[in-house]
């Protein structure tokens, strides 16, 4: 038993909140499709606090640069892709993927100095990915995305991709990893086991849940029943999330793999992109699973605007206050603020494994009385 | 950013528990019988050799070990 002591219950408890760090997180953050960006033409891209441009040259390498030429203050990115180089449209000055001034073509030759700000770029799985490092340091090897396995084969629907822009900082969405109850009262799932494992630069939360019969639309009932769903979903970094999300039904399982990833565009503003690719089998053959992915699609894009209306209207709180039922939200920013620090300066309780198991009894006890009265509720209106 | 507490340690805090088939130590905190919090430092992590396959696994001598603790009283289970 837990005794309040009368000074405790007394003292309003006030709502913290810092200054947002003016940095951005250190590591491989996904731009996207990596097709996106092969059209031969300039992309702007607002990342990081700035203006960047990403092109694709002739030699089919994939490239991103601050947006602004070092000449006269061009846009690049209102440019044109010439050879392998990016030509500022303003005095066609080129620029290479290394971030150096390769050629003005009214000038003898290109001055000393000429090199601009180029970020490392690596594609997997078709995706686009930036290395992002306030310290200006190389992507180490160590530091990776895992290849994600259904994302080349055959057997697995293309990518359905979203793209939001959300304005508010992005600790909200990582917020997300350790909170359980969010998913029972923002995205209509009903969670029965719940357990979150940090180590290194890897994020994880293992949730298995089941349907919401309340929560299942009406006239919705076609098609095999939906029992629930296991996903094991973890954050490769401070952006990059990979969910292996299988759904149960009646008799057979579905597979599919979620991305749920974002880049920071400035301290209070980010965008956020889902992925999802869904496995073909006997019960669920080719144009079936890709009408499922569509599906899964829009409902995870529906997901995502009702996290967005609780961002906009909620307040940002550095030292929110807890119930036992609740993750540990307290260890996850102890994990992520790794990203925001020095590498000389991460400290060992930042990266040290730890590991978090809820008790699910209450809750599920809870929500499944709730889950009645919703149901009750509903026959009885239409009685 | 400053480090922040979480507060519901201070309702009960973290413990030590020896793992017993490779003498890792690490830190818990059982809120209830099915809550489990686990904190782990270098020297444990290095010492477990039951993590490999499944990284968001629980080692299941340690899993037993944290049991035994609470059982036996020399880890309190708080609520």
């Keep these: 038993m837990i005794h309040v002591t009368a000074a405790e219950s007394d003292a309003v408890r006030a709502i913290e909140a810092e200054a947002i760090s003016s940095r951005f997180a250190r590591g491989w953050h996904c731009l996207g499709p990596a097709g996106t960006f092969k059209d031969g033409k300039p992309h702007t891209v607002n990342a990081f606090g700035q203006k960047l441009v990403v092109f694709t040259g002739e030699d089919g390498k994939t490239n991103v640069l601050d947006g602004y030429c070092r000449h006269m203050g061009g846009d690049l990115s209102q440019g044109t892709v010439k050879g392998n180089e990016i030509a500022c449209p303003f005095h066609d000055w080129r620029w290479g993927g290394d971030g150096r001034c390769k050629k003005i073509p009214y000038s003898r030759r290109v001055p000393l100095r000429a090199r601009t700000a180029a970020w490392p770029t690596m594609e997997q799985d078709r995706l686009l990915f930036v290395w992002n490092d306030p310290e200006g340091s190389k992507p180490p090897a160590d530091v990776t995305i895992p290849v994600i396995e259904g994302a080349s084969r055959d057997d697995w629907t293309d990518w359905r991709w979203t793209e939001t822009v959300v304005h508010t900082n992005c600790r909200e969405v990582i917020d997300n990893v350790v909170d359980m109850a969010h998913f029972f009262y923002i995205h209509n799932s009903f969670p029965t086991y719940f357990k979150n494992v940090f180590e290194g630069h890897v994020a994880t939360q293992i949730m298995k849940g089941k349907s919401r019969p309340d929560a299942r639309r009406e006239g919705g009932g076609e098609g095999p029943r939906m029992l629930g769903n296991s996903s094991v979903a973890s954050y490769h970094g401070p952006s990059f999330m990979i969910d292996e999300l299988t759904y149960h039904y009646e008799g057979f399982d579905l597979r599919s793999v979620l991305i749920n990833s974002h880049y920071p565009i400035d301290q209070n503003s980010f965008s956020l992109h889902s992925g999802i690719i869904v496995q073909h089998s006997d019960e669920l053959p080719p144009e079936a699973a890709e009408a499922t992915a569509e599906k899964l699609s829009s409902f995870i894009l529906a997901g995502f605007e009702q996290d967005i209306e609780i961002w906009r209207n909620k307040t940002r709180i550095d030292n929110p206050l807890l119930c036992e039922e609740d993750g540990p939200v307290y260890q996850l920013r102890r994990w992520y603020e790794q990203f925001y620090v020095d590498v000389a300066d991460i400290r060992p309780e930042m990266t040290d494994r730890f590991e978090f198991e809820i008790d699910t009894t209450r809750p599920v006890e809870s929500w499944q009385k709730e889950v009645e009265e919703n149901l009750a509720r509903r026959e009885g209106a239409s009685a | ?79």
């Excluded at chain 2, 973290?14 to 818990?28: I, K, Q, S």
């Design chain 2, 1 to 79: 950013m400053t480090a922040r507490q979480d507060e519901r340690l201070l309702d009960g805090p973290l413990l030590p528990v020896r793992c017993r088939r490779c003498a890792a130590e690490v830190l818990v905190r059982k809120a209830s019988w099915e809550q489990t919090s686990i904190q782990w430092n270098a020297a444990a992590r290095a010492s477990c050799v039951s993590l490999g396959d499944d990284p968001s696994g629980t080692c299941p001598a340690l899993r037993s070990a944290i049991q035994e603790a609470a059982l036996t009283g020399a880890l309190r289970v708080a609520g």
